[in-house]
Structure formats: structure tokens, C-alpha cells
């Protein structure tokens, strides 16, 4: 069976036609447990998220912040293993149709095996990968495998890629691409810098492909002032963060998916 | 070029392009930090071929450090080694107490090269610490050192003399709290603030450039080792010995030593509690190839890629993972390790200590154990050389709790931690 790089595809296209840009939400698998996370990724596409990345929990989350680290690690604790985040992935999918990727650091896929890993994925419906430790000149077996079996192989670009690097990394790549919106890690901040217009403008000199903006974005106003110049925003420690803060696990759902469809509001320039 | 000290290109095991040891090394890196560390890459090769650097560089060494350090036989040590004849490389009489200021000097000197103004470090037992927040006083760098949690406990001293030297010192309490948490940690600061700051990495992991520069910094240990040695006793040694925790003591004494084929280079890691209790940081020994903080090499992982909690007396050798260079040994053949308990390597501390009036790290008491053992394997005639890394000072609370020296003496606790293999040393300790 092959995944869905083309429904990722097609879902990015759509709302480009839509004159919007699209909302990727992020939610890591197992937390608060594995059920409960494939609840809270069915109620952001509720909200009104396009695409959701399921994040694969890793020990050594170096990329992540604080919110992000305090999830991955309870989902951890919690005894989380990569066959839960194909279930989470195939359920996600299978009851809303929409694109789900997964987003994870390489020892997990490398030590599982990039075959049997991609395998299981294109298998369970999900639609590529984002691995942000994984650079484009150490992913020539990733590929390799993720082509074969249907799946996208979204690159992070930053804002200190040089602009001959950055045609490198597109030309790679497949999907999207993820444009870094700052020097940092995930999690939320009060502004999304001018140093992101700059980076998604060079990006687009070098590729066709949507290019999304993630890290920072927590609301619909930075949400809309993104979707002005990006073709999708990424949400994620925003999402978890009010997971985490929830009093149970209902509160917590009907936060998430009320911050998805404001977020929807924004990338529509409603707000 | 004529360096003395800073004795870079070595003939063999020089990385591919994209900084792999055989299998092993490579950059798996964000891309935030691609630029930066190709960037240290670049200014490391022009360096490297810069009489200006090795002049600054040795004048250091010399003037800072005290290098050459001395090479010193331990006669009443090498009687419980079967007999062979014992060396020490004593990296412990560098400033700072250990080996760790030859890379830092170095990397601190590309710093300023780079136009950069600020520092951050990870330390595990704080050797590295210091000697980056001692290297940072004297270049008038601002300097961060992450550590975690449970090692400012253990090190409590070398947390101190960081902030004397005006260091900010960060206890990391995500993870294990120990060495791999405060490397995760300094990849986050790093990320975020890499335009100013440069990541002084402290052992011969990470991505490329680090393993290979971090080593060129350390060769000068095997390569006075190597002179000192035919000096004073007239050939090469049977075995060059050292503790592995990342590895960067351990490659820079085995360096010069690899077209040596008949030399052995034999690393000991740290087996903790005993391997077979779980509970132990011996990565080579126990681990299986996969990514840690920016390399491939051996790791201590489970069948998902989950880095597993490692574990050993000794903060500096508590780490999951060990350089790719290191990898490349085991796996060729070339390099041997072995694994020693946190018992062997506390009755090995105590010997040397006592016979020989010189206290060592914990770190460092891994090879002597090492050394113990390797000495009766090769009887009389054996000739070893070993890197005594650091000193103890540091570990002194430590040490006392283990032996139960703050309160009833020594003797009670030592009776019931004979049979680690080392209890012949008994009746000399006392």
C-alpha cells in the first residue's frame, strides 16, 4: 500500500486555491495517553486543521523546548512505543481523510529500520515524515525508502541556510517544506520575526513546493500575518500546551479544538 | 610545520569529507546549526595551516598548561599489576587538573578567530567546566556551562570554581540530569544563539567537525607519551590504557600510537554496578551503533532508538554515548575495551593514592584498574603506559561516603567491598 504524499499534496493545492494558506497542527502520540492523543488530533481537524503531524516521542528531544519535552516525556513514561503511533496515525486518518504525518528525530527510524518503518507507515495511511535532525546530505537511504512507499520528506529550512544550500534541501524534498521561523526551539513566542518573510521569499526562489512556517506561531493574529506570505502556518507547542494545562482530558479537547478553529479564522485573514 | 604541541594531520584516520570514520561519524545536525558548524570546519582548516595558530597555541600549552607533562613510573602501584611496569601520563599536573584544557585552549583561540564573544560548554564531572570557564576568563569571553542536575551534586567543588572564575553554571533537570542532558541542553542555547556564541565541545563526539578537531587538540598526550617512553624505558609499551567515557583522554593518548601495531590500545569504560545489572555507561561494551548528539557511533539505546539512562560513579564517564572515532577502533579490530566496576575503579583510586601519593580522578582510576588487570595478564615483563587524566580533588566527597572516611575511617567499608578482584590490596592500603 502506498501513503499519502499525493493527499498532502492535494490538501496544500486546495487551499492555495482556496486564496488561504493552510493550518499544519502538531501533536505528539501517547500523551496524555495513546487514546487520548488520537482524540485530541481528531479535535483539531474538527477545528479546522489541514494537516496534523503526530509526533513520535523520543528521549533526547534536543530541537524541542520545554512544553514539547514535558509532553514527549510523559508520553514516554506512559510506555509509548512506535507501534501506538501507527495506530494513532492510521486511526487519525482513517476518520477524517486528511493528511497526518509523522514528525520524530532519526535514531527512532534508524535503529526500527527505515524499511519496516516506512512500511508500517504507508501501510497505516500516513503521508511522509519531518525529521529535523535527519540533513538533506546524510537522507539519501530515507528517501530512498520514503519514495518508494508513497511518503513526503518534508526539510526544515532556517533563516541562516545559505540560498545554494536551500536549493539543495528543495530539491530534495517533497510535500512542503518547513521554514524555521526563527534561530530556536519549538514553543511558543510573542512575535513571529521579519527574519521568516525573508526565508519563505528565498525558499520560493528555489522551489515550487508549499513552504510553511512553523515554530512560534501560538495564535490567530500571528497566524494570519504568517498566512500573508506563507502557504501554511505550524502550530504545535500551543496545542500542547493547553493539553497540559487542562484541568481533564475533555477540557483539554475542547480547548484544542477551539484553538484550532480560531487558528482556521486566522489563515483565512478573518480574525 | 613546526609545532611542538598542536600536532594536527596525523597520517592516518583522518574523516571522509562529510566526516565519517568508516561507518561511523557524519552530521546529523538541524539545520539551524549548519552553517555554524560548518563554519567551526572552515575556520579549523585555515587554522590548522597557520603558523600563527600552533605559535599562540604552543605558547599556551607551554607558558598556561605547564606541557610537556611528565610521565611518571609507579613502582609500589606496579606490584599489584603482576609486576609489569607502570607509566603514568600525568594530565592531572596540567592547569586546570586534567586534560581537558588542550582542546579548550585550542577551540577558545578559534573563538576569537571565528569573531565570536560568547561560550557555552557541557560538563559531566565539571573538568570540562572549569577548564572552559577558566579559558574563557583569560580570553574575556561571556561563558555558560550546563551540568546536570545530580552532577553539581556530586561535584559540588567544580560547580564553585566555575562561578569563581565568573562563569554562569546552568543545573540542567531534564532527562537522567547527568552529561547527556547538559549536551541537549547546550544544543538548545546553541540553536537560539549561535550568531555570537560558539559551543565548545568537550569531547571527540558531535557532529564533524568536533570528533577529528577535538582529537587533533588531545594528540599531543600520545605524542609526549610516545617520545617519553621510548626515553625512559627504551620501547614502545605493550598497552596504552585509558578510561572512555566520550573519549577524549582515550584518543589522545592512543593517537600516536596506531601504526604501532604491536602496542594495544585498550580503553575501559565504566561498568558501574556490573553490566549485567543494567546499570552501567559502557557503551562499546553494551551498545548498539546509532545517533547521538550529532554522530553515529555506539549508543546506549533500546529496540526503539530510546536512549537508555546510563550509570557510573564517575560523572565524566556517565555518558550513553562515546566518539565515532572510538566506534571505528572496536570495530576494526585495532582499539580493545573493556568494562570496569565503580568497586574496581574506587579500589584502584585508593591504591594509587596510597602507594604512590598521587590521588586521581574517578574517571581516571577506571584505566588504573584497567591497568591492574592488563598488568597480570602480561606479567613481569609487561610495559604499560597509562593516562592518568585528571586529579581527585574534586571527588573527595565522593570518595569519602564510598569509603566511609568522614566518620569511622576506611577500614569497616573497605572489608565489605573486597572481591571486586583488586582485595590483595588490602593489607598494602592499610
Keep these: ?271 | 610545520m613546526s609545532s611542538e604541541f598542536f600536532i594536527p594531520d596525523p597520517e592516518g584516520h583522518i574523516p571522509s569529507a562529510e566526516g565519517y570514520f568508516g561507518a561511523f561519524g557524519g552530521k546529523f545536525i538541524p539545520e539551524a546549526l549548519v552553517a555554524a558548524v560548518d563554519e567551526v570546519a572552515v575556520e579549523y582548516d585555515k587554522a590548522k595551516s597557520d603558523p600563527e595558530f600552533a605559535r599562540e597555541l604552543d605558547d599556551l600549552l607551554v607558558h598556561y598548561t605547564g606541557r610537556p607533562s611528565s610521565l611518571t613510573e609507579v613502582e609500589r602501584f606496579a606490584e599489584h599489576a603482576g609486576g609489569a611496569r607502570v607509566f603514568l601520563k600525568r594530565e592531572d599536573l596540567n592547569h586546570t587538573g586534567s586534560h581537558k584544557i588542550n582542546n579548550v585552549l585550542g577551540q577558545a583561540l578559534l573563538t576569537k578567530r571565528m569573531g565570536k564573544t560568547r561560550v557555552i560548554a557541557e560538563t559531566g564531572a565539571g573538568q570540562h567546566g572549569v577548564a572552559t570557564a577558566t579559558a574563557c576568563a583569560l580570553f574575556g569571553l561571556e561563558c555558560t556551562i550546563y551540568m546536570g542536575e545530580i552532577d553539581t551534586e556530586r561535584q559540588a567543588l567544580n560547580v564553585a570554581r566555575m562561578r569563581m572564575l565568573g562563569a554562569e553554571v546552568i543545573a540542567v533537570k531534564s532527562g537522567s540530569r547527568t552529561l547527556k542532558d547538559a549536551i541537549n541542553e547546550a544544543f538548545r542555547d546553541w540553536v537560539a544563539n549561535v550568531d555570537r556564541t560558539h559551543y565548545l565541545f568537550g569531547t571527540v563526539a558531535g557532529p564533524h567537525p568536533f570528533p577529528a578537531m577535538v582529537r587533533d587538540f588531545h594528540r599531543v598526550i600520545g605524542v609526549e607519551a610516545r617520545r617519553q617512553i621510548l626515553e625512559r624505558a627504551g620501547r614502545l609499551p605493550d598497552a596504552a590504557i585509558a578510561c572512555v567515557g566520550g573519549g577524549s583522554n582515550a584518543i589522545g593518548l592512543f593517537h600516536a600510537f596506531i601504526p604501532d601495531a604491536d602496542v594495544r590500545l585498550i580503553g575501559c569504560e565504566p561498568a558501574g554496578h556490573g553490566i549485567e545489572t543494567g546499570e552501567h555507561a559502557a557503551t562499546l561494551t553494551a551498545g548498539e551503533p546509532g545517533i547521538l548528539h550529532g554522530s553515529r557511533s555506539y549508543v546506549l539505546q533500546d529496540e526503539e532508538g530510546q536512549i537508555t539512562e546510563p550509570y557510573s560513579i564517575s560523572a565524566g564517564l556517565d555518558y550513553p554515548g562515546i566518539g565515532p572515532e572510538h566506534a571505528y577502533l572496536k570495530d576494526s579490530g585495532r582499539g580493545e575495551y573493556r568494562a570496569v566496576t565503580d568497586d574496581a575503579a574506587m579500589q584502584a583510586l585508593r591504591l594509587l593514592s596510597r602507594t604512590e601519593g598521587i590521588i586521581p580522578a574517578i574517571e581516571s582510576a577506571h584505566a588504573l584498574a584497567g591497568a591492574l588487570e592488563v598488568g597480570r595478564e602480561l606479567g613481569p615483563d609487561g610495559l604499560i603506559v597509562v593516562n592518568l587524566s585528571g586529579r581527585g580533588d574534586k571527588d573527595m566527597d565522593t570518595a569519602a561516603r564510598y569509603f566511609g572516611l568522614y566518620d569511622e575511617g576506611a577500614d569497616a567499608v573497605v572489608e565489605a567491598d573486597a572481591g571486586s578482584g583488586t582485595a590483595e590490596i588490602e593489607g598494602d592500603a592499610k
Design chain 1, 1 to 271: 500500500m502506498s501513503g499519502n504524499v499525493q493527499l498532502l499534496s492535494d490538501t496544500l493545492a486546495g487551499a492555495k486555491v482556496e486564496g488561504r494558506s493552510a493550518l499544519i497542527a502538531y501533536l505528539p502520540a501517547g500523551f496524555p495517553t495513546v487514546d487520548g492523543g488520537i482524540a485530541a488530533i481528531k479535535a483539531v481537524f474538527d477545528g479546522g486543521a489541514d494537516v496534523v503531524e503526530v509526533g513520535l516521542p523520543h528521549s533526547d528531544p534536543v530541537l524541542d523546548g520545554p512544553v514539547i519535552q514535558t509532553a514527549d516525556d510523559i508520553a514516554l513514561r506512559g510506555g509509548v512505543k512506535i507501534a501506538d503511533v501507527m495506530r494513532t496515525v492510521r486511526e487519525a486518518y482513517e476518520a477524517t481523510g486528511k493528511p497526518v504525518l509523522v514528525m520524530t528525530y532519526w535514531n527512532p527510524i534508524d535503529r526500527y529500520g527505515v524499511e519496516r518503518f516506512t512500511t508500517e507507515l504507508a501501510e497505516a495511511g500516513g503521508a511522509g515524515c519531518i525529521l529535523p535532525d535527519l540533513p538533506v546530505q546524510e537522507s539519501a537511504l530515507w528517501r530512498e525508502h520514503a519514495e518508494k512507499h508513497g511518503l513526503a520528506t518534508v526539510f526544515v529550512v532556517a533563516p541562516s541556510s545559505k540560498d545554494a544550500r536551500l536549493a539543495d534541501i528543495t530539491a530534495a524534498g517533497s510535500g512542503f517544506v518547513y521554514a524555521a521561523s526563527l534561530m530556536g526551539v519549538t514553543g511558543t513566542r510573542a512575535s513571529v520575526g521579519a527574519q521568516a518573510q525573508d526565508l519563505v521569499r528565498r525558499t520560493k526562489a528555489t522551489t515550487d513546493l508549499p513552504v510553511c512556517v512553523g515554530l512560534g506561531v501560538s495564535n490567530a493574529v500571528q497566524a494570519a500575518e504568517v498566512a500573508g506570505f506563507a502557504d501554511g502556518v505550524i502550530v504545535g507547542s500551543a496545542f500542547v500546551k493547553l493539553m497540559l494545562d487542562a484541568p481533564d482530558e475533555a477540557a483539554g479537547l475542547d480547548a484544542v479544538r477551539a484553538l484550532a478553529a480560531d487558528l482556521a479564522q486566522g489563515v483565512r485573514g478573518t480574525v
